[in-house]
Nanobody
Framework: QVQLVESGGGLVQAGGSLRVSCAAS????????MGWYRQAPGKKREFVAA???????NVTDSLKGRFIISRDNLKNIVYLQMNNLKPEDTAVYYC???????????WGQGTQVTVSS
């Protein structure tokens, strides 16, 4: 029914930028909200950013000004542009989506982002 595939993770030096993408393959439903979470080693998964189908965005306060979320509704792709990256941004980044008329959260497999100091 729903498949989320992330791409674009990798290794970057502190101060650099990286963009991760997530493509949603969906049958039978329309995609509502899409977003990103991250989980660093030994820590709980935390919310990063979300965007509605109307392009309303929400970025967690600590990342505002550095992280930007956007989406392509026609292709069901969500992007996370990460700027001025810091070592503490190192984590597995997970894509999330919700569908209209469906009460579930769907997750991608995650993409590793590593920021070296």
């Amino acid at each position: 029914q729903v498949q989320l595939v992330e791409s674009g993770g990798g290794l970057v030096q502190a101060g650099g930028s990286l963009r991760v993408s997530c493509a949603a393959s969906v049958t039978g439903f329309r995609v509502a909200d899409m977003g990103w979470y991250r989980q660093a080693p030994g820590k709980k998964r935390e919310f990063v950013a979300a965007i509605t189908s109307a392009a309303l965005t929400n970025v967690t306060d600590s990342l505002k000004g550095r992280f930007i979320i956007s989406r392509d509704n026609l292709k069901n792709i969500v992007y996370l542009q990460m700027n001025n990256l810091k070592p503490e941004d190192t984590a597995v980044y997970y894509c999330n989506c919700r569908l209209y008329g469906d009460g579930h959260d769907y997750w991608g497999q995650g993409t590793q982002v590593t920021v070296s100091s």
